[in-house]
């Protein structure tokens, strides 16, 4: 996992192939409304909602695509682990890109004008109170194909 301010982003690119390509069909379409988008190798999901209780019970982790999710609305908590420390819950989906995981985890404070990468061995639960307080939110989350 990393955690970065925005203006670093690129300094991540040699570690991420497909890191430039993906960023930059996020910026093609990171003004259009929420929802899911793709140009066949890349998916962007644009998210707008309310963070929510989370639990370390709620770990997920993929293996087809590095998310790199970016906050641009407030703050939301995450809770990192890696899965190797963590009980696998649900097996890996081949179908969703997602195997679900409990154990105990790390909280982190994501703010707006920051991201964060996961890579396939990173648990992570996202869009996490700050606090005891819900607040709205807005994020990207950029899919990179593993395998490029």
Known sequence: MI???IEHIYDYAPIVP??????????????????RYTDGRFIVILQKGVTKEIHASDFEAHIQYIDIQIVTLKAEKLIWADIAALQETVPYDFQKDVAFYTGKGMDCIVHE??????????GHTCCGDIGSCHTDFKKACIKIPCTD
């Open 3 to 5: 955690i970065d301010s």
């Open 18 to 35: 497909g890191m430039i390509d993906g960023l930059n069909y996020y910026e093609s379409v990171k003004n259009l409304a929420p929802g």
């Open 113 to 122: 004008g920051m991201f964060y990468i996961a890579f396939p061995h990173d």
